[in-house]
T-cell receptor
């Protein structure tokens, strides 16, 4: 079973700061997902990566397959970015591909 | 059309009751997943359907948990004789394809189950 570790578990920052959340996993994967979860449970998919880097607005996600590591960056952070950010990985070989999740990073951006 | 929907959004059950949680995936999505998220934890895989076939149920915690997707669209997760440890958010996700390059899963809002 893949082990997914995220750091930090909790992060409080001031508005405007550059935010980095890290994710590492133990077994080769087919794809890595970054998800955002707001209070109340709803999950939104931010990125799906299998290599390189993706950018969407103020969010940037990178992955290093050799090092089994990914980072999620938020530039010019804003209080509305406050949420839990979850890293999840899918197994190799296609098939069912049920995701294995990290425990999440609870981010609070203070005005 | 619309995204993945789940009902009810909130369910309170007395210990020992049976509950049924419904998931409506995105129309045309072949794959459907159920996950369980305990308070303060990341979600954990429960079961997977490809159309109407349940291909993986390795994550179901006990034989009190049962899932079905009889017509390959709507799915129901049933929990019999609920216990307090079943209290969690139950998330449903759907995916267009079986796997390969179509890996993105779309999540529903979840059903928060509280067993008292």
């Amino acid at each position: 079973k893949n082990e997914v570790e995220q750091s930090p578990q909790n992060l409080t920052a001031q508005e405007g700061e550059f935010i980095t959340i890290n994710c590492s996993y133990s077994v080769g994967i087919s794809a890595l997902h970054w998800l955002q979860q707001h209070p109340g449970g709803g999950i939104v998919s931010l990125f799906m990566l299998s290599s390189g880097k993706k950018k969407h607005g103020r969010l940037i996600a990178t992955i290093n397959i050799q090092e089994k590591h990914s980072s999620l960056h938020i530039t010019a952070s804003h209080p509305r970015d406050s949420a839990v950010y979850i890293c999840a990985v899918g197994g190799v070989g296609g098939g069912a591909d049920g995701l294995t999740f990290g425990k999440g990073t609870h981010l609070i951006i203070q005005p | 059309g619309a995204g993945v929907s789940q009902s009810p959004r909130y369910k309170v059950a007395k210990r020992g009751q049976d509950v049924a949680l419904r998931c409506d995936p995105i129309s045309g999505h072949v794959s459907l997943f159920w996950y369980q998220q305990a308070l303060g934890q990341g979600p954990e895989f429960l079961t997977y359907f490809q159309n109407e076939a349940q291909l993986d149920k390795s994550g179901l915690p006990s034989d009190r948990f049962f899932a079905e997707r009889p017509e390959g669209s709507v799915s129901t997760l049933k929990i019999q004789r609920t216990q307090q440890e079943d209290s969690a958010v139950y998330l449903c996700a759907s995916r267009l394809g079986r796997g390969g390059r179509t890996y993105e899963q779309y999540f529903g809002p979840g059903t928060r189950l509280t067993v008292t």
